[in-house]
């Protein structure tokens, strides 16, 4: 069966399997090759040392064989080589004691029985195709010609026997290395296992204790990756409680008033008389004031439970030019309070959504604060924001907790807003990889600093779709 066949999308069978399994695999594989390799070189390296060492014997009995074998045929058996065949010859006629059992007829060695060449070694087959020969000539000048033939019966047996000795062993050899193997691949994987089964148990109680580390190796360092993302996550999930918690306690209050508010007006519509003009228009703006609030209010929880990087057009954003435009829109807002506006060039490549918002965060958090006839004073130089207005200013023990959600002093706690504003400063500052701070302006009010990367110019890309 192909591949293909498996019910894989893409043919990968090997990956249903353990990864012990595979180790196993892997290993045998490995050794198996090793010992085929070192086997297929030791019986080529035998083979080529025997027959060297045939062939050097065989020329030398050739060449110190006594003469008188060219006068009368000797038995090979007396000679101590009963598994060879000996002739001399004289002016080519051929002095033996027996018919050879293999054909030279063609051979290379007529050409050292007629004088042309001196020495001649191959390999013939027996007549019958039983056997193999290795047939030596060698001229030994005078007209004579000593030709040995010797039987390679013995060294095939040898070759055999070694054969299957190798055989034997390497397979014991690979059996073992493929047991080795799966004992290591066990023990190996045994931190896995444990550290597979702590995550599984963690998604199952939804439990984000750590894990434990054992050691310093690669699953130690795994482990210790796992305890990051964990600890990351439950700052998320503890993220998400405080602002579920903190948003249902500032939507508690709106609704609370609204609903009184607009229980009120049934019940003076349904009675017999009517509230007066000037009574039903107040309490009217005062359900649409508090109608306002809760739609800022919930538009900034969504802006804030945008907790993740930006993924929208995030393009070259003229800074200067978004300062003007918020201040004209917050000065319909604040009719008593003046913006004093100086800005040089800068332009911020980022979302230009989330910018403006925080640009216009800062300056409505400004003109709140300043009294009626006032002044907001904003200066925007080589990519620093400075908003300084001149209100009671930020108390020292307010500061550090001015960019938290839902934080609010107790001076502002009878003023409208979330306390959500300058906390999506902060968080737009920080997707932007800009910083905000708040300190104390010359005139004793608040000043609110917020720096954002960028340059003068317009860069040469200035869109992209994340």
Known sequence: MSPLDTGEPDGRWHYRRSLASRVTMLTTIAVGVTVAFLACGVYVTVRMQLQAAVDNQLVERAQSAPTALCDTPVPSEYLGAADSWIVCFTDAIAVTDRVPEFDMSGGPELDVINGSAQKSVRTVRSTDGKSEWRVVAVNRGGGQTMLIAQSLDTQESVLRRLGIVMFLFGTAGVIAAGM???????GGLRPVRRLTAAVEEIARTEDLRSLPVEGDDEIARLATAFNQMLAALEASRERQRQLVADAGHELRTPLTSLRTN??????????EGA?????????????????????????????????????????????????????????RRALTVTFDLQCDPWFVVGESSSLERAVTNLLDNAAKWSPAGG????????????????????AEEDLPHIFDRFYRSQESRAMPGSGLGLAIVRQVADRHAGTVEAG????????????????????????HVL
């Open 440 to 463: 104390r302006s010359e005139s004793g009010g608040a000043r609110l600093v917020l720096r954002l990367p960028g340059s003068p110019v317009v860069p040469s890309s200035s869109v």
């Open 262 to 271: 607009l229980d009120l007006l049934s019940q003076v519509d349904s009675a």
């Open 180 to 186: 080795a193997g799966w004992a290591v691949a066990q």
């Open 375 to 394: 002044t907001v004073t904003v200066r925007l130089t080589d990519g620093t924001l400075t908003v300084d207005d001149e209100g009671p200013g930020i």
């Open 275 to 331: 509230l007066p003009p000037g009574a039903r228009e107040e309490l009217l703006n005062d359900v649409r004031a508090q109608i306002e609030e809760l739609t800022n209010l919930i538009g900034d929880l969504v802006e804030l439970a945008r907790d993740e990087p930006l993924t929208h057009v995030v393009e070259a954003v003229d800074l200067a030019d978004m300062v003007d435009q918020a201040a004209a829109r917050v000065r």
